[in-house]
């Protein structure tokens, strides 16, 4: 399969998933890597103390609630 | 059945992807635990390619609940807040439940936590689509977590008529692809009449606007 765009290397992977499960593994990694760094910021960001309060407001300020 | 190094196999009705679970399956599993207790769901969107080996990053899993009277959804909240999960919107039933009543999407997360989160969407019959994918569920799982998403041909041909951005024809694609042995082109002549209607709607709709 030529690669020249970027749905080939989705169609390349999943068609390599399909019969290898082993690539699960990558996956797993790079979906956590994601979780854990932003986690990290969010929590740096707005502290545990007064989490909810400095969410809602970023959240109010980007649209996301009213 | 497939050999044990493929990708998933198929027990009678149930997809079983064969691959161990991330953190994100846990904490849709968690919620969906809770969930479960008190209404039916239907999880669809990017979960269903992420969960399905897609690999991309997702802030948000989108749940789709029948809509429930105030007293049913006050059982859910607050068991939900009893499982440490907070509400974007806010932290009372009467702040929230106006949201659920007119059909408004709302949030959840873990306590301390923006993301990722839960996109609860509730549904009636009203919402065609929505809804007859709700009542066509098919079953997946992966270890001892076992949910419900579409069937695989009504969410790619919804990613690719309705929603039709970059990351929803990459899902699609992948859904495909992954899926090719078990895909029906009847069902996806079935479903494409259904999602066709939707979208004529959808486009009626923004011209009244």
Known sequence: MKIKKDLDYVELYAEKLK??????????????SQL???????????????FKVNARKYLRGIGLIQ | MRKNQSGYIIEGEIIIINRSLTKLDLFVKKFTDVLKKHSDYLIVSGFVSISTGRTRGTEDIDILVPIMDKDKFKNLFNDLQENNFWCYQGDTIDEVYSYIDSLTNIRFAQINEMFPNIEFI???????????EFTHPQKIKIKNFEFKIPPIEFEVLY?????GDKKDLADAKHLRTFFSDILKEKKFKEYETIIRSELNENKKGSRLC
Do not use: V
């Open chain 1, 19 to 32: 019969n290898n499960n082993n690539l699960f593994k990558q996956q797993k990694g790079i979906i956590e």
């Open chain 1, 36 to 50: 854990k760094s932003s986690s990290s910021l969010f929590k740096k960001t707005f502290k545990t103390k007064n």
């Open chain 2, 122 to 132: 509730p549904i009636n019959e009203a919402r065609k689509a929505k809804y007859f």
């Open chain 2, 159 to 163: 990613k690719e008529l309705i929603l």
